[in-house]
Protein backbone atom coordinates (compact mmCIF):
# COMPACT_ATOMS: atom_id res chain seq x y z
CA UNK A 1 0.00 0.00 0.00
CA UNK A 2 2.92 2.26 0.87
CA UNK A 3 1.42 4.60 2.76
CA UNK A 4 2.85 4.67 6.62
CA UNK A 5 1.99 3.19 9.89
CA UNK A 6 0.33 4.59 12.51
CA UNK A 7 0.46 3.82 16.52
CA UNK A 8 -2.44 4.02 18.46
CA UNK A 9 -2.22 4.17 21.99
CA UNK A 10 -6.22 4.80 22.96
CA UNK A 11 -9.01 2.71 25.14
CA UNK A 12 -9.90 -0.47 22.83
CA UNK A 13 -13.18 1.08 21.97
CA UNK A 14 -11.63 4.27 20.43
CA UNK A 15 -9.14 2.59 19.13
CA UNK A 16 -11.48 0.28 17.13
CA UNK A 17 -13.09 2.91 15.12
CA UNK A 18 -10.05 4.61 14.93
CA UNK A 19 -8.05 2.31 13.21
CA UNK A 20 -10.74 1.79 10.59
CA UNK A 21 -10.93 5.57 9.96
CA UNK A 22 -7.26 5.44 9.28
CA UNK A 23 -6.68 1.67 7.64
CA UNK A 24 -9.58 3.13 4.90
CA UNK A 25 -7.23 5.85 4.32
CA UNK A 26 -4.41 3.64 3.44
CA UNK A 27 -2.75 3.80 6.75
CA UNK A 28 -1.31 0.46 8.44
CA UNK A 29 -3.06 1.21 12.03
CA UNK A 30 -1.17 -0.39 14.94
CA UNK A 31 -2.48 -0.82 18.26
CA UNK A 32 -0.32 -0.62 21.40
CA UNK A 33 -1.48 -1.51 25.16
CA UNK A 34 1.72 -0.51 26.88
CA UNK A 35 4.94 1.57 26.25
CA UNK A 36 7.29 -1.94 25.85
CA UNK A 37 5.16 -2.95 23.34
CA UNK A 38 5.68 0.58 21.11
CA UNK A 39 9.31 0.17 22.21
CA UNK A 40 9.24 -3.17 20.54
CA UNK A 41 7.20 -1.37 16.86
CA UNK A 42 9.74 1.05 17.07
CA UNK A 43 12.17 -1.10 17.25
CA UNK A 44 11.22 -3.05 14.11
CA UNK A 45 10.35 -0.21 11.67
CA UNK A 46 11.10 3.07 10.47
CA UNK A 47 7.79 3.84 8.76
CA UNK A 48 5.76 5.03 11.63
CA UNK A 49 4.30 8.57 10.69
CA UNK A 50 2.79 9.72 14.01
CA UNK A 51 1.31 8.43 17.23
CA UNK A 52 -1.65 8.65 18.75
CA UNK A 53 -1.85 9.14 22.59
CA UNK A 54 -4.05 9.58 25.20
CA UNK A 55 -3.15 12.23 27.73
CA UNK A 56 -5.93 12.59 29.22
CA UNK A 57 -6.82 8.79 30.50
CA UNK A 58 -3.37 8.49 31.62
CA UNK A 59 -0.87 11.20 31.43
CA UNK A 60 2.20 9.69 32.90
CA UNK A 61 2.18 6.64 30.69
CA UNK A 62 1.72 9.14 27.66
CA UNK A 63 4.39 10.59 28.27
CA UNK A 64 5.94 7.31 28.17
CA UNK A 65 5.22 6.46 24.71
CA UNK A 66 6.15 10.06 24.36
CA UNK A 67 9.94 10.13 25.16
CA UNK A 68 9.73 6.59 23.15
CA UNK A 69 8.62 8.64 20.03
CA UNK A 70 11.14 10.91 20.81
CA UNK A 71 14.41 8.49 21.66
CA UNK A 72 17.17 7.04 20.05
CA UNK A 73 17.14 9.97 17.12
CA UNK A 74 13.49 9.69 15.65
CA UNK A 75 11.28 12.40 15.32
CA UNK A 76 7.57 11.03 15.40
CA UNK A 77 5.02 13.47 15.84
CA UNK A 78 2.27 12.55 18.43
CA UNK A 79 -1.46 13.59 17.97
CA UNK A 80 -2.65 13.39 21.55
CA UNK A 81 -6.12 13.90 23.43
CA UNK A 82 -5.70 15.85 26.56
CA UNK A 83 -8.72 17.44 28.20
CA UNK A 84 -10.98 20.21 26.93
CA UNK A 85 -8.83 22.76 29.13
CA UNK A 86 -5.84 21.89 28.42
CA UNK A 87 -6.18 21.77 24.81
CA UNK A 88 -7.14 25.73 25.68
CA UNK A 89 -4.37 26.24 27.33
CA UNK A 90 -2.11 24.42 24.42
CA UNK A 91 -3.59 26.08 21.21
CA UNK A 92 -3.65 29.32 23.14
CA UNK A 93 -1.60 31.78 21.07
CA UNK A 94 1.35 29.50 21.41
CA UNK A 95 3.86 29.55 18.52
CA UNK A 96 3.59 25.46 17.72
CA UNK A 97 6.05 26.46 14.51
CA UNK A 98 9.37 24.19 16.62
CA UNK A 99 6.96 21.23 17.27
CA UNK A 100 4.85 18.98 15.16
CA UNK A 101 3.12 17.54 17.56
CA UNK A 102 -0.97 18.14 17.73
CA UNK A 103 -3.61 17.83 20.39
CA UNK A 104 -7.35 17.54 20.04
CA UNK A 105 -9.99 16.29 22.62
CA UNK A 106 -13.11 14.31 23.77
CA UNK A 107 -15.72 14.11 22.26
CA UNK A 108 -13.85 13.57 18.39
CA UNK A 109 -14.77 11.48 15.02
CA UNK A 110 -12.28 8.90 13.88
CA UNK A 111 -12.79 11.06 10.43
CA UNK A 112 -10.84 13.97 12.05
CA UNK A 113 -8.53 12.32 13.37
CA UNK A 114 -8.05 10.82 9.91
CA UNK A 115 -7.78 13.94 8.75
CA UNK A 116 -5.46 15.90 11.43
CA UNK A 117 -2.74 12.77 10.53
CA UNK A 118 -3.24 13.49 6.25
CA UNK A 119 -2.06 17.16 7.55
CA UNK A 120 0.68 15.89 9.66
CA UNK A 121 1.71 14.04 7.12
CA UNK A 122 1.87 16.55 4.06
CA UNK A 123 3.45 19.29 6.79
CA UNK A 124 6.10 17.25 7.77
CA UNK A 125 6.95 16.13 4.25
CA UNK A 126 6.66 20.21 3.11
CA UNK A 127 9.96 22.22 4.28
CA UNK A 128 9.03 25.28 6.28
CA UNK A 129 10.83 28.19 5.23
CA UNK A 130 9.94 29.55 8.64
CA UNK A 131 8.17 32.79 7.48
CA UNK A 132 4.71 31.03 8.00
CA UNK A 133 1.28 32.24 6.74
CA UNK A 134 1.93 36.19 6.12
CA UNK A 135 -1.93 36.88 4.82
CA UNK A 136 -4.35 38.53 7.00
CA UNK A 137 -8.18 38.32 5.44
CA UNK A 138 -9.66 40.94 3.79
CA UNK A 139 -8.85 43.07 0.19
CA UNK A 140 -5.77 45.70 -0.80
CA UNK A 141 -7.16 48.71 0.38
CA UNK A 142 -5.85 51.29 -2.59
CA UNK A 143 -6.77 54.74 -2.65
CA UNK A 144 -8.42 54.31 -6.55
CA UNK A 145 -10.58 51.72 -5.10
CA UNK A 146 -13.53 53.34 -5.80
CA UNK A 147 -12.82 54.04 -9.29
CA UNK A 148 -11.28 50.32 -10.49
CA UNK A 149 -12.26 47.07 -9.70
CA UNK A 150 -10.41 44.65 -7.79
CA UNK A 151 -9.12 41.57 -9.75
CA UNK A 152 -10.18 38.25 -7.99
CA UNK A 153 -8.52 35.34 -9.90
CA UNK A 154 -9.62 31.89 -8.57
CA UNK A 155 -6.99 28.84 -9.47
CA UNK A 156 -5.65 25.99 -7.70
CA UNK A 157 -3.44 23.88 -10.08
CA UNK A 158 -5.70 20.81 -9.18
CA UNK A 159 -8.82 20.51 -11.30
CA UNK A 160 -12.48 19.54 -9.72
CA UNK A 161 -11.35 21.45 -6.10
CA UNK A 162 -14.03 23.90 -7.54
CA UNK A 163 -12.46 26.84 -8.94
CA UNK A 164 -15.26 27.27 -11.45
CA UNK A 165 -17.72 27.06 -8.83
CA UNK A 166 -16.11 29.32 -6.20
CA UNK A 167 -15.57 32.02 -9.39
CA UNK A 168 -19.29 31.37 -10.49
CA UNK A 169 -20.63 31.90 -7.36
CA UNK A 170 -18.55 34.27 -5.69
CA UNK A 171 -19.01 36.95 -8.48
CA UNK A 172 -22.95 36.01 -8.67
CA UNK A 173 -23.17 37.01 -5.08
CA UNK A 174 -21.66 40.09 -5.25
CA UNK A 175 -23.44 41.05 -7.91
CA UNK A 176 -26.79 39.91 -6.64
CA UNK A 177 -26.61 40.35 -2.72
CA UNK A 178 -23.69 43.38 -2.60
CA UNK A 179 -24.82 45.30 -5.60
CA UNK A 180 -21.64 45.07 -7.05
CA UNK A 181 -20.86 45.61 -10.56
CA UNK A 182 -19.17 42.24 -11.43
CA UNK A 183 -17.27 41.39 -15.04
CA UNK A 184 -16.56 36.98 -14.47
CA UNK A 185 -14.07 36.05 -17.08
CA UNK A 186 -14.04 32.66 -18.20
CA UNK A 187 -10.42 32.15 -18.51
CA UNK A 188 -10.14 28.50 -18.93
CA UNK A 189 -9.68 27.96 -22.51
CA UNK A 190 -9.31 24.60 -22.42
CA UNK A 191 -12.09 23.11 -20.15
CA UNK A 192 -14.29 26.11 -19.48
CA UNK A 193 -17.88 26.08 -18.79
CA UNK A 194 -18.92 29.49 -17.32
CA UNK A 195 -20.92 30.76 -20.28
CA UNK A 196 -23.19 27.41 -20.50
CA UNK A 197 -24.19 26.87 -17.38
CA UNK A 198 -24.86 30.28 -16.82
CA UNK A 199 -27.72 29.73 -19.82
CA UNK A 200 -25.21 31.48 -22.25
CA UNK A 201 -24.88 29.83 -25.37
CA UNK A 202 -22.97 31.17 -28.04
CA UNK A 203 -21.22 34.04 -26.50
CA UNK A 204 -18.80 35.91 -28.98
CA UNK A 205 -15.62 35.07 -27.62
CA UNK A 206 -12.45 36.98 -26.91
CA UNK A 207 -10.59 34.66 -29.31
CA UNK A 208 -12.94 35.32 -32.13
CA UNK A 209 -12.76 39.09 -31.54
CA UNK A 210 -9.49 38.54 -31.37
CA UNK A 211 -8.98 36.73 -34.84
CA UNK A 212 -11.18 38.68 -37.07
CA UNK A 213 -9.24 41.97 -35.85
CA UNK A 214 -6.84 40.97 -39.20
CA UNK A 215 -9.86 41.27 -41.73
CA UNK A 216 -11.23 44.76 -40.44
CA UNK A 217 -12.88 43.69 -36.97
CA UNK A 218 -12.71 45.91 -34.31
CA UNK A 219 -10.87 46.30 -31.80
CA UNK A 220 -13.14 45.06 -29.01
CA UNK A 221 -12.13 44.91 -24.88
CA UNK A 222 -13.75 42.33 -22.15
CA UNK A 223 -16.19 45.23 -21.35
CA UNK A 224 -17.91 45.37 -24.95
CA UNK A 225 -17.71 41.57 -25.44
CA UNK A 226 -19.29 40.66 -22.21
CA UNK A 227 -22.67 39.10 -22.22
CA UNK A 228 -24.76 40.04 -19.61
CA UNK A 229 -26.65 37.35 -17.51
CA UNK A 230 -30.01 37.41 -16.27
CA UNK A 231 -28.53 37.92 -12.49
CA UNK A 232 -26.96 41.37 -13.82
CA UNK A 233 -23.48 39.88 -13.88
CA UNK A 234 -21.26 40.45 -17.20
CA UNK A 235 -19.57 37.40 -18.72
CA UNK A 236 -16.50 36.92 -20.89
CA UNK A 237 -15.10 34.36 -22.08
CA UNK A 238 -11.64 33.66 -23.55
CA UNK A 239 -12.14 31.00 -26.10
CA UNK A 240 -14.70 27.95 -26.69
CA UNK A 241 -12.45 26.33 -28.37
CA UNK A 242 -9.30 24.75 -26.50
CA UNK A 243 -7.58 25.22 -30.62
CA UNK A 244 -6.66 28.73 -32.06
CA UNK A 245 -6.01 29.83 -28.78
CA UNK A 246 -2.84 31.65 -30.29
CA UNK A 247 -4.46 35.25 -30.69
CA UNK A 248 -4.68 35.51 -26.85
CA UNK A 249 -1.56 36.94 -26.40
CA UNK A 250 -1.24 36.26 -22.28
CA UNK A 251 0.01 39.74 -22.54
CA UNK A 252 -2.98 41.12 -24.05
CA UNK A 253 -5.00 39.35 -22.43
CA UNK A 254 -4.06 40.75 -18.75
CA UNK A 255 -3.51 44.12 -20.46
CA UNK A 256 -7.53 43.76 -21.50
CA UNK A 257 -8.58 42.44 -17.73
CA UNK A 258 -6.82 46.02 -16.68
CA UNK A 259 -8.07 47.92 -18.96
CA UNK A 260 -11.85 46.51 -17.81
CA UNK A 261 -11.50 47.63 -14.13
CA UNK A 262 -12.41 50.72 -14.74
CA UNK A 263 -16.37 51.37 -14.12
CA UNK A 264 -16.43 47.78 -12.18
CA UNK A 265 -16.31 46.56 -9.19
CA UNK A 266 -14.75 42.93 -9.19
CA UNK A 267 -13.70 41.21 -11.99
CA UNK A 268 -13.21 37.45 -11.04
CA UNK A 269 -11.01 35.14 -13.31
CA UNK A 270 -11.67 31.50 -13.19
CA UNK A 271 -8.53 30.05 -14.50
CA UNK A 272 -7.48 26.43 -15.77
CA UNK A 273 -5.34 24.65 -13.93
CA UNK A 274 -2.07 25.09 -15.57
CA UNK A 275 1.03 27.32 -14.92
CA UNK A 276 1.27 28.41 -18.54
CA UNK A 277 2.45 31.73 -19.80
CA UNK A 278 -1.59 32.99 -19.87
CA UNK A 279 -2.34 32.30 -16.17
CA UNK A 280 0.93 33.97 -15.08
CA UNK A 281 0.20 36.77 -16.63
CA UNK A 282 -3.54 36.52 -15.01
CA UNK A 283 -1.98 36.25 -11.80
CA UNK A 284 0.13 39.01 -12.01
CA UNK A 285 -2.57 41.51 -12.62
CA UNK A 286 -4.54 39.95 -9.83
CA UNK A 287 -5.17 41.43 -6.51
CA UNK A 288 -6.29 38.74 -4.69
CA UNK A 289 -5.83 35.17 -6.04
CA UNK A 290 -7.99 32.75 -3.85
CA UNK A 291 -7.24 28.80 -4.02
CA UNK A 292 -10.63 26.34 -3.25
CA UNK A 293 -9.19 23.11 -1.77
CA UNK A 294 -11.37 20.99 -0.59
CA UNK A 295 -10.12 18.41 2.22
CA UNK A 296 -8.67 15.45 0.38
CA UNK A 297 -4.53 14.57 0.34
CA UNK A 298 -4.24 15.70 -3.77
CA UNK A 299 -6.01 18.99 -3.24
CA UNK A 300 -4.16 19.79 -0.46
CA UNK A 301 -0.53 18.88 -1.98
CA UNK A 302 -1.82 21.08 -4.92
CA UNK A 303 -2.32 24.32 -2.92
CA UNK A 304 1.32 23.59 -1.13
CA UNK A 305 2.60 23.41 -4.38
CA UNK A 306 0.82 26.86 -5.61
CA UNK A 307 1.71 28.34 -2.80
CA UNK A 308 5.23 27.44 -3.58
CA UNK A 309 5.43 28.33 -6.75
CA UNK A 310 3.38 31.39 -5.93
CA UNK A 311 6.31 32.34 -3.43
CA UNK A 312 8.48 31.74 -6.21
CA UNK A 313 6.65 34.55 -8.66
CA UNK A 314 6.66 37.18 -5.70
CA UNK A 315 2.55 36.29 -5.30
CA UNK A 316 2.43 34.52 -2.31
CA UNK A 317 1.16 37.64 -0.30
CA UNK A 318 -2.51 37.71 -2.53
CA UNK A 319 -3.26 34.14 -2.15
CA UNK A 320 -6.35 32.77 0.61
CA UNK A 321 -7.37 30.01 0.58
CA UNK A 322 -11.18 28.77 0.68
CA UNK A 323 -12.05 25.73 1.92
CA UNK A 324 -14.85 23.59 -0.40
CA UNK A 325 -16.88 20.83 0.28
CA UNK A 326 -15.84 21.81 4.25
CA UNK A 327 -17.46 19.23 6.13
CA UNK A 328 -17.26 18.65 10.19
CA UNK A 329 -14.59 16.89 11.61
CA UNK A 330 -12.32 19.20 9.56
CA UNK A 331 -9.73 21.67 11.21
CA UNK A 332 -9.65 24.81 9.70
CA UNK A 333 -6.76 25.50 11.58
CA UNK A 334 -4.86 22.28 10.46
CA UNK A 335 -5.32 23.46 6.74
CA UNK A 336 -4.61 26.88 6.84
CA UNK A 337 -0.96 25.39 8.98
CA UNK A 338 -0.50 22.80 6.23
CA UNK A 339 -1.36 25.23 3.08
CA UNK A 340 0.17 27.91 4.63
CA UNK A 341 -2.91 29.94 3.80
CA UNK A 342 -5.76 31.89 5.81
CA UNK A 343 -8.58 30.54 5.07
CA UNK A 344 -11.11 33.55 4.12
CA UNK A 345 -14.35 31.07 3.51
CA UNK A 346 -15.55 27.50 4.41
CA UNK A 347 -18.40 26.38 1.42
CA UNK A 348 -20.19 23.48 2.07
CA UNK A 349 -21.12 20.77 0.60
CA UNK A 350 -24.45 21.41 -1.57
CA UNK A 351 -25.22 18.45 -3.09
CA UNK A 352 -27.18 19.17 -6.50
CA UNK A 353 -28.36 22.49 -6.28
CA UNK A 354 -25.23 23.91 -8.65
CA UNK A 355 -26.22 21.45 -11.32
CA UNK A 356 -30.29 21.96 -10.81
CA UNK A 357 -28.97 25.99 -11.02
CA UNK A 358 -27.16 25.44 -13.75
CA UNK A 359 -29.64 23.36 -15.65
CA UNK A 360 -32.13 26.24 -15.57
CA UNK A 361 -28.48 28.73 -16.61
CA UNK A 362 -29.03 30.45 -13.16
CA UNK A 363 -27.29 31.05 -10.23
CA UNK A 364 -27.96 29.36 -6.85
CA UNK A 365 -28.31 32.82 -5.17
CA UNK A 366 -30.64 33.41 -7.55
CA UNK A 367 -32.79 29.99 -7.94
CA UNK A 368 -32.25 28.89 -4.43
CA UNK A 369 -31.48 31.79 -2.30
CA UNK A 370 -32.86 30.33 1.22
CA UNK A 371 -30.44 27.44 1.12
CA UNK A 372 -27.14 27.68 3.80
CA UNK A 373 -24.65 27.52 0.81
CA UNK A 374 -25.60 30.77 -0.24
CA UNK A 375 -24.66 32.03 3.28
CA UNK A 376 -21.14 30.91 2.61
CA UNK A 377 -20.59 32.60 -0.13
CA UNK A 378 -21.79 35.61 0.90
CA UNK A 379 -19.40 35.47 3.88
CA UNK A 380 -16.73 35.02 0.90
CA UNK A 381 -18.04 37.68 -0.95
CA UNK A 382 -18.54 39.97 2.08
CA UNK A 383 -14.52 39.24 2.65
CA UNK A 384 -13.73 40.70 -0.22
CA UNK A 385 -15.35 43.72 -0.14
CA UNK A 386 -13.28 46.84 1.37
CA UNK A 387 -13.12 46.86 4.92
CA UNK A 388 -15.25 49.89 5.54
CA UNK A 389 -18.15 47.92 3.37
CA UNK A 390 -17.89 44.67 5.30
CA UNK A 391 -20.84 43.12 7.17
CA UNK A 392 -20.95 44.21 11.28
CA UNK A 393 -19.98 41.36 13.10
CA UNK A 394 -23.52 40.88 14.04
CA UNK A 395 -24.27 39.99 10.41
CA UNK A 396 -24.59 36.31 9.06
CA UNK A 397 -22.02 37.34 6.27
CA UNK A 398 -19.62 38.25 9.14
CA UNK A 399 -19.63 35.04 10.21
CA UNK A 400 -17.83 32.73 7.63
CA UNK A 401 -16.05 29.98 8.64
CA UNK A 402 -19.25 28.18 10.24
CA UNK A 403 -19.49 30.58 12.69
CA UNK A 404 -15.90 31.51 13.45
CA UNK A 405 -16.19 35.19 14.06
CA UNK A 406 -12.70 35.60 13.97
CA UNK A 407 -9.88 36.59 11.49
CA UNK A 408 -8.22 33.62 10.32
CA UNK A 409 -5.65 32.22 12.66
CA UNK A 410 -2.07 32.96 11.22
CA UNK A 411 0.27 29.89 10.73
N1 LIG B 1 -19.40 22.74 -2.48
C1 LIG B 1 -19.84 21.94 -3.46
N2 LIG B 1 -20.98 21.24 -3.32
C2 LIG B 1 -21.44 20.44 -4.29
N3 LIG B 1 -20.84 20.27 -5.48
C3 LIG B 1 -19.69 20.93 -5.69
C4 LIG B 1 -19.13 21.80 -4.71
N4 LIG B 1 -17.98 22.33 -5.22
C5 LIG B 1 -17.83 21.81 -6.45
N5 LIG B 1 -18.85 20.97 -6.75
C6 LIG B 1 -19.02 20.20 -7.99
O1 LIG B 1 -17.79 19.53 -8.24
C7 LIG B 1 -17.49 19.54 -9.62
C8 LIG B 1 -16.14 20.19 -9.86
O2 LIG B 1 -16.20 21.54 -9.47
P1 LIG B 1 -15.59 22.70 -10.38
O3 LIG B 1 -16.00 23.99 -9.76
O4 LIG B 1 -15.95 22.51 -11.81
O5 LIG B 1 -14.04 22.44 -10.17
P2 LIG B 1 -12.76 23.03 -10.97
O6 LIG B 1 -13.20 24.28 -11.65
O7 LIG B 1 -11.73 23.27 -9.91
O8 LIG B 1 -12.31 21.96 -11.90
C9 LIG B 1 -18.64 20.28 -10.29
O9 LIG B 1 -19.56 19.33 -10.76
C10 LIG B 1 -19.26 21.09 -9.18
O10 LIG B 1 -20.64 21.33 -9.37
MG1 LIG C 1 -13.13 24.80 -13.68
Redo the contacts with the bound molecule.
Keep these: MGRPGVVIALPPEEEAVVSHALAEAGFEAIHVRRPDELEAVLASRRDIAVGILDGETDFDESLDYYSLLHADGREIPALMVVSPRALERLTAGTDRTAVDDEYFSRPYSAESIRWRVEAMLIRAQTVDDGSGAVLQGGPIDTGDWAHRATVVAVF?PK???????VALNLAASLQVRRGQHVLLLDADTVTGHVASSLGLEHVRTVADAWADEPEGGPREGLAQLAAEHPSGLRVAVLSASPLHTEVLEPVRVAAAVAAARRGLDFIVVDMHPDYGQLNRSLFERADRILV?VTPDVPALRAAVQFRDVAAELGLRERLAMVV??ANSGISVADMERTVGMPALAL?????LL??RAANEGRTVVERFPRERVNDDFQALADRMMPQAQRAPASHPAARGLFGRTKEPVRA
Design positions: NGGVGKTTPNRVRSAGFV
